[in-house]
């Protein structure tokens, strides 16, 4: 190998230790430099992907306040910033328990990638939580189901999918270790944790100041 082989070579390697020392650097500097990067499973966002607010939800599906949020908060939030284009909104797991886990599950497998399909799947869970929230679940759990297009086996199938399970755990282990979630529901608004069950008036204070430059 000649000198200036090796010289470029060389040059070429240090590049890229510099790269990934910067890379670590930025992300020590800034926990939340890759929020929006999806991780583990396919994103489920609905809404204008330039709008000028995006909200992310972390939720558990046994979780009576994220339940609360879903019936009485979502639907005007929906209407009132999501289908304006005002906001960009998606919706992440964090399963609380094994059950929680199922009812994720399966709306990823109902799904299959479409994220209106998958929060209607979700919305039904919600709603209906009263119903399989119970000391033997899986009775009710899989007459919902079924009414949203399950057959006995793809019910079974979906709550064997292990991919799908460990992609919602990742999810959940990610924001736990490194975004700081550590209740449901949890709120990031551009990159700004908020805890709890918010009013529509609550999501109003804090999301409207990006829209009037507040």
């Not at 908060?73 to 094994?98: A, C, M, N, Q, S």
């Amino acid at each position: 190998m000649d000198t200036r082989r090796k010289i470029l070579i060389g040059g070429g390697a240090a590049v890229v230790v510099v790269v990934a020392a910067l890379a670590v650097w930025r992300f020590w500097l800034d926990p939340l430099a890759d929020l929006l990067t999806p991780y583990g499973l396919p994103e489920m966002a609905i809404g204008n992907e330039k709008a000028p607010v995006t909200v992310i939800e972390y939720a558990s599906m046994t979780c009576p306040h994220c339940a609360h949020f879903n019936t009485t908060t979502f639907p005007e939030f929906k209407k009132r910033y999501v289908d304006t284009g005002k906001v960009r909104y998606i919706f992440r797991e964090f399963p609380l328990d094994e059950l929680a886990l199922a009812g994720a599950a399966l709306a990823r497998c109902r799904a299959n990638g479409d994220a209106v399909q998958y929060l209607a799947v979700v919305d039904t869970l919600f709603r209906r939580q009263k119903e399989w929230l119970v000391d033997e679940p899986l009775e009710p759990l899989t007459a919902i189901a079924k009414e949203v297009g399950f057959t006995a086996e793809s019910f079974n199938a979906c709550l064997a999918n292990q991919p799908v399970l460990d992609g919602i755990e990742k999810v959940r282990r990610r924001a736990y270790d490194k975004y700081k979630v550590q209740s449901t529901p949890s709120f990031f608004i551009n990159r700004k944790l908020h805890a709890g069950d918010l009013s529509i008036d609550d999501m109003a204070k804090l999301i409207d100041p990006y829209l009037t430059g507040g």
